[in-house]
């Protein structure tokens, strides 16, 4: 998810009206690499593997719960680097193996604007023969789909030789490894961009795009800016922190997890189920969760590992169906009568009561928690590390249901975060940002 000038692009393409029974990697011999490949009909592009069809129904997920997406009826996922720093490679495509699920295999290539240099020889080939060396020792395993050649490269960058060092990355890849296809990851989409690799990176097989709040133009712009191969959307979900509307004092207001479950419905009916022509599948962003402006903001699981409303989506859009037990909605949250996007104003040290009206589909007993966070200063850039704020002491006056009085902390900017659970292992948030005088 990540600020860019141009139009914002995340290409996850998921559910398609293929019906036709696909391959799972638990149908596989262990350790013999699988074959992938496109086929382009009329203009139709179709995911094969092992000679199956294969419509992505996939997520983005680096440290979060593997066994759960296939419980979800998702058949892959994908990651940003072959070494996440908790598991290795392997380990990451044997657990997806067991899962019977295919891995879209994140590739970490240097970014222009983290420092590196393209015009410098040395370093570019450098980093081919690392890259090449983490392609030979994962390529012959049964879960890998599809290598994905850096993450967002075009994100704030201004020299285009980073495009010739992507294609000679394929190159190599297509050299050592004749099974797998490969993409690199866009932040979102521009003319520019896509001439730029139509000119320079002729052997990707698949474009990848990275778009939240504008996915459903992503079709349309697709064709206007002259994409005439497949696609697939590997980041999209929440609305980014910088589509949002802000307070007063420059605090992005994120939305409730019932109005982004809704958001998520209708990014996905129409900016990845609309084109059933060059979208060959999707990855939902994030499989799990992270600290980025808030702890909220883009996981869709909370800290503790609850589900949370986009859960139920996904699994709406990979199933066809609602999952049994549902997650609680929220209908309205307010401090003193006052919406996130009407400024709240406090004094310190005096009481004020904030609300939240919760409907629940099974009429769930529900467990309310209350936290108030600083608002973040360790902001990143494009999805980089964030330091998750210290939670607030404060003092809580009354507690009932979706009620909560307390007093006001010390002057400053502030969130207020409310999560409502069901005991299922689901749970609606929503976070007021106010300020303290």
């Not at 293929?18 to 690499?33: A, C, G």
């Not at 995911?47 to 296939?70: D, H, R, T, W």
């Not at 940003?80 to 295999?105: C, F, H, P």
């Not at 980073?162 to 993409?183: G, R």
């Amino acid at each position: 998810m990540k600020i860019t000038p141009i139009i914002i692009v995340c290409l996850f393409c998921l559910f398609s009206c293929v019906k036709t029974p696909q391959i799972t990697t638990t149908q596989l011999p262990l350790e013999k690499p699988v074959k992938v490949t496109l086929t382009n009909t009329d203009g139709k592009f179709q995911l094969f593997v092992a000679g199956k069809p294969f419509y992505i129904k996939g997520a983005g997920l680096e440290f979060g719960n593997i066994a759960s997406v296939a419980k979800h009826n998702g058949n892959s996922f994908r990651t940003w680097r072959t070494e996440n720093g908790q598991k290795s490679g392997k380990e990451i495509l044997d657990e997806a193996y067991k899962n019977g699920l295919m891995v879209t295999m994140g590739i970490e290539v240097e970014r222009e604007r983290h420092g590196f240099d393209y015009n410098d020889t040395v370093a570019v080939k450098e980093q081919l023969e690392r890259i090449k060396t983490k392609v030979l020792d994962l390529k012959d395993h049964p879960a890998l789909m599809i290598w994905g050649i850096g993450n967002e490269l075009n994100l704030r960058y201004e020299n285009p030789k980073v495009w010739d060092a992507v294609n000679d990355i394929s190159k190599m890849i297509h050299e050592v490894d004749p099974n797998h296809l490969t993409t690199t990851m866009l932040a979102g989409i521009s003319k520019k961009e896509i001439a730029l690799i139509k000119e320079k990176c002729s052997d990707l097989d698949i474009l990848s795009v990275q778009m939240y709040g504008d996915l459903p133009n992503l079709p349309k712009l697709i064709r206007e800016y002259g994409w005439e191969g497949p696609y697939i959307v590997t980041e999209w979900g929440a609305t980014g922190h910088w589509e949002v509307p802000k307070t007063a004092w420059g605090a992005p207001i994120e939305e409730n997890s019932t109005l982004k479950a809704a958001n998520y419905l209708k990014r996905y009916k129409g900016g990845i189920e609309a084109d059933s022509l060059q979208c060959i599948g999707s990855y939902v962003f994030l499989w799990g969760n992270k600290q980025e402006r808030t702890p909220t903001w883009y996981g869709i699981y909370l800290e503790d590992g609850k589900e949370t409303e986009s859960v139920d989506v996904m699994h709406f859009v990979w199933n066809s169906k609602w999952p049994e037990n549902r997650t609680p909605q929220i209908v309205s949250y307010t401090i003193d009568g006052k919406t996130a996007y009407e400024n709240v104003v406090m004094e310190a040290e005096k009481l004020y009561t904030a609300s939240l009206k919760i409907s629940d589909f099974e009429n769930d007993p529900i467990n309310y928690t209350w936290e108030i966070l600083p608002e973040s200063v360790d902001l990143g850039d494009g999805g980089d590390h964030e330091e998750r704020p210290k939670s607030v002491n404060f003092e809580i006056v009354n507690q009932k249901d979706g009620e909560l009085t307390f007093k006001a902390p010390t002057a400053g900017m502030y969130r207020l975060f409310v999560y409502a659970d069901d005991g299922h292992g689901h749970a609606a948030t929503a976070n007021i940002p106010f300020k303290v005088n």
